[in-house]
Each structure stands twice: as C-alpha cells, then as structure tokens.
C-alpha cells in the first residue's frame, strides 16, 4: 500500500508553454503533498507544500506565479511550470503524507527537458 | 536548515563497510534515509523516530541521537547493488522534510 504515481514520467517541451504534473496518491488520502525539485548531482530541493483546499505553501526563492500548485482533492497534486524556459529542465517529485504516519510517500519523478 | 552529510563521497571494494553520517543543527523528530540510483527517484530506506533507536534490515542499520541531532547509516559487507547516492532527510514532527546534499557511494568487484 502507500503507493504515489506521477504524470506524465518524462516531458519535452518548447519554451515559452506551460507543462502540467500531475501527483496522485493512489490507495490513500494524503493529507499533505509536497513538490520537491532536483538538477543533476544535487540533492531534492523542496519547492512547496500543498493541503487539500487550501493555497500552497511555497519556500523561500520559489517563484509562486511560475510553479503554480492546485491541490484539487485529498489524492491529486498538480503542478504547472508556467511559460517554461531551459533552466526549468530537472526532475521533479511529488511526496504524500499519510495520517498518523511520519513515513512520506514519494512518487517516481518527472523529468522536464525544456528547448 | 539543510542537514550536513559526511563523507561526500565514498568508494568501496565489496565485502567492506561504511558509514554515513547525518547532522543537523535544529531539533529533529525523525531522520529519513534513501538510495537513488542514476536517473531514479529516490528509494526510501528507513526511518528513525526521536529516542534514539537503532533500525536495520539485511546489512543496512542506522543510528539516531536525538540529543547530538546525529543520525548515523551503518553498511556492512557492502554489495554491487548498495551503489548509489545516499541521502539524509530530517524532519520536525509532521513538517517538512529537508534532504542533505548526499553522499555518493561506489562499490566496485
């Protein structure tokens, strides 16, 4: 159980358009979701975290206006990289929590190439 | 705060062990360990809870003392498969979760 899935896997697209990812929690609720970016030989980074209903929380250094979160329901997590441009080429990952467990579940990246 | 790892990079011969630490400067509730491999999401490994306990499985364990904020991954008689990079996540109680930079471990025949 406690299993994450991302869409799409892996992402080519021009810059200048926007790319949606979308995070689901599949056998449970997740009361928290969190977005997490990495570039090559560096560490998951968080980006934001997002609460069924409510605006998501974004760190320090995040732009909130080009990473646009949308957390629908307790088992969908959307991120959209608005206008994309190179530099916003990594692999991005989505995390839930579960309620009473201090264990995040992570799902298994998206990987953005922007041209 | 990021937590601090150390070493940055390890290499081993196989059969050998290591160690990887894991350090923060805040109070922790729990550290989190994982394993990527190249091009892989991240694989979670353990979880420690504040009490300072020590969890295993096969030849991977790990140590947290929640009082030096210390958490410690023990990898003996090292295999192929253990190469990866190793990261640390601390955490405050249903917070956010912050990873180390990493370490990266090659186990060579």
């Known amino acids: 159980g406690a299993v994450v899935s991302q869409h799409p896997s892996w992402v080519i697209c021009k810059s200048g358009t926007s790319v949606k990812i979308e995070c689901r929690s599949l056998d449970f609720q997740a009361t928290t979701m969190f977005w997490y970016r990495q570039f090559p030989k560096q560490s998951l980074m968080l980006m934001a975290t997002s609460n069924e209903g409510s605006k998501a929380t974004y760190e320090q250094g995040v732009e909130k206006d080009k990473f646009l979160i949308n957390h629908a329901s307790l088992t969908l997590s959307t991120l959209t990289v608005t206008s994309a441009h190179p530099e916003d080429s990594s692999f991005y990952i989505c995390s839930a929590d579960r309620t009473g467990v201090e264990t995040q579940y992570f799902g298994p990246g998206t990987r953005l190439l922007v041209l | 705060q990021q937590p601090v790892q150390s070493p940055q990079a390890v290499i081993l011969r196989e059969g050998e062990d290591a160690v990887i630490n894991c350090s923060s400067s805040?109070?922790?509730?729990?550290v989190h360990w994982y394993r990527q491999k190249h091009g892989e999401a991240p694989v979670f490994l353990m979880i420690l809870l504040k009490g300072g306990e020590q969890k295993g499985h096969d030849k991977i364990s790990a140590s947290f003392n929640e009082k030096k904020q210390q958490s410690s991954l023990y990898l003996t008689a090292s295999q192929l498969s253990y190469s990866g990079t190793y990261f640390c996540g601390a955490r405050n109680q249903g917070g956010k979760l912050i990873f180390g930079q990493g370490t990266e471990l090659s186990v060579k025949p």
């Open positions: 805040k109070a922790l509730y729990s």
